[in-house]
């Protein structure tokens, strides 16, 4: 890269620590630290979950499957607009109301205050596990990106990979730890205009440009490329059935509904989202993935658009580009670790108290937690798969208490527990090499979390007819008594 193009993205990563310190001088509290004073607009609010759901999923992964798979591989999105709106539709207005009267700081809240302490420690722990090891991934996905796009060859570093892992790893755990949520939130709506600048505006273009527009793609890439039904069925129920639960249970998109000043903002701001996934988010990336595969076909998949940006843009647009894909992976750093924070804090220590100490507390705790993080990447051969196992371990455990605690208040706390412990106990072993799997679940093709979350499902209505059964006969004991 030029000069000028390094000039232009550490003057972005400068400009993101200065708003973590300009909101660090206006903290009042703990909730002003992890809800920002409960008081965000909705296109801010909408801006940063966009970011923060799509990360480096979006930067690196789906341009990969448009790449290998080509218009098909939007549906990955689609599950997020799908999310989105079914928790605008069905989970924010009994969230909110609950909120209002029940002053909810976390996700784990939720479900303490209608199951009690014990589901409540589990869900944190089961959260704050998988937004570290999230955090982790998305460091270390920066990080490779910018081992291949910012440090030269000419530098002799004995590990590169190592260097940017620190320099992007630092950069983003600086400014969540003194800005809070409310930094998050406003880097996320940064970030989010740089994306669109970079990518929608700048590389798409040029990119499409250099390709031949619409008729290049098509003499050079399979007809399959180009239709929208080139997906096995398998692989669109393990993208639904593993992604869009998320959206119900994610401490990350809790807080913000938390952080709205109202029911009305909350639903606007997911609404917004959504869109902003799908369509515009999702074929961006797949017309990115699609043009890296004609002007670099044998590239690795996921690294072909990087090397695109970096050799085929001009002067000062590479750098805004490699800006817009950092952008996206810090987006979804700087979340993961404000949940895995608040988590530990909050729910694990109980400290919410409304003063400053309260915030220095905070903000030390999410440095060490950004510490962690970044050893774990360095430390990893592929952080990757233990996030794919924190993510299925999050959907199996936590969806079917969080669906009862807000659709089916019979359900008990043991029988919460019971679902809970089910769905992750299947998932594991599902997912843990060691541990036979049978041959009919292997040939299946669905992920561990559809079987996960089927056994949590399971074992919430079993265990449910079995406490009604054991509560009428108790009954009718003692009335014969």
């Known amino acids: 890269m030029h000069t000028i193009d390094y000039l232009l993205f550490f003057g972005y990563l400068m400009a993101l620590l200065a708003v973590g310190l300009y909101y660090y001088r206006r903290h009042r509290g703990g909730e002003d630290y992890y809800l920002a004073g ?20 979006f930067s690196i992964g789906l341009a990969g499957l448009g790449f290998t798979m080509g218009l098909s591989a939007s549906w990955l999105l689609f599950t997020g607009l799908l999310g989105a709106w079914l928790t605008a539709v069905l989970l924010i207005p009994k969230v909110k109301r609950r909120d209002q009267t029940q002053n909810l700081f976390t996700y784990p809240d939720l479900l303490r205050h209608h199951f009690g302490p014990r589901v409540a420690m589990i869900a944190a722990l089961i959260s ?34 190592t260097l940017a892992l620190w320099i992007i790893g630092g950069t ?93 903002t909350a639903k606007r701001a997911w609404f917004m989202a959504g869109l902003l996934e799908y369509p515009v988010m999702a074929f961006s990336g797949v017309l990115l993935g699609m043009c890296a595969r004609v002007l670099l076909p044998e590239m690795d998949a996921e690294s072909a ?34 949940a895995c924070s608040g988590n530990l804090l909050n729910d694990l220590m109980g400290l919410r108290d409304n003063d400053r100490y309260t915030v220095r507390y905070s903000m030390l705790a999410t440095l060490i937690l950004g510490v962690i993080a970044i050893i774990l990447a360095a430390r990893a051969e592929s952080v990757l798969s233990a996030i794919l196992m924190a993510y299925t371990l999050m959907i199996s455990g936590l969806v079917m208490p969080t669906l009862a605690c807000l659709f089916w208040p019979r359900v008990s706390q043991g029988t919460a527990l019971a679902s809970m412990l089910t769905g992750c106990i299947t998932s594991l072993w599902l997912m843990w090499p060691p541990l036979p799997v049978p041959e009919l679940i292997q040939a299946s093709g669905l992920d561990a979390g559809v079987f996960g979350l089927t056994a949590s499902a399971c074992a919430m209505g079993i265990a449910h007819m079995m406490n009604c059964i054991f509560s009428t006969s108790h009954s009718q004991k003692e009335l014969h008594d």
Not at 51 to 57: C, F, K, L, R
Not at 192 to 207: E, H, N, S
Not at 222 to 228: A, K, Q, T, V
């Open 38 to 57: 409960r008081n965000l607009p909705a296109k801010h609010v909408g801006f940063s979950i966009a970011a923060t759901d799509v990360g480096g999923g």
């Open 128 to 161: 704050g596990v998988g937004y570290l090891g999230f955090t982790s991934a998305q460091l270390l996905a920066g990080a490779k990106l910018a081992s291949v796009t910012l440090i030269p060859d000419s530098l002799s570093f004995d590990s590169p990979l």
């Open 172 to 264: 983003t755990i600086l400014y969540t730890a003194f800005g809070g949520l409310k930094a998050v939130i406003m880097t996320d709506s940064i970030q989010w205009l740089v994306l669109l600048l970079g990518l929608l505006c700048l590389a798409l273009p040029m990119a499409w440009s250099q390709v031949g527009g619409w008729s290049g793609l098509n003499a050079t890439l399979p007809e399959h490329f180009f239709s929208l039904s080139s997906i096995s069925g398998i692989t669109l129920i393990n993208w639904m059935v593993t992604i869009t639960p998320i959206w119900f249970v994610a401490m990350t998109l809790y807080q913000r509904i938390y952080a709205c000043r109202d029911d009305a």
């Open 305 to 338: 658009v990087p090397a695109m940006i970096r050799d085929l843009l001009p002067v000062g647009v590479t750098g805004l580009v490699v800006a817009a894909y950092f952008s996206a992976i810090m987006s979804t750093a700087d979340s993961c670790l404000m």
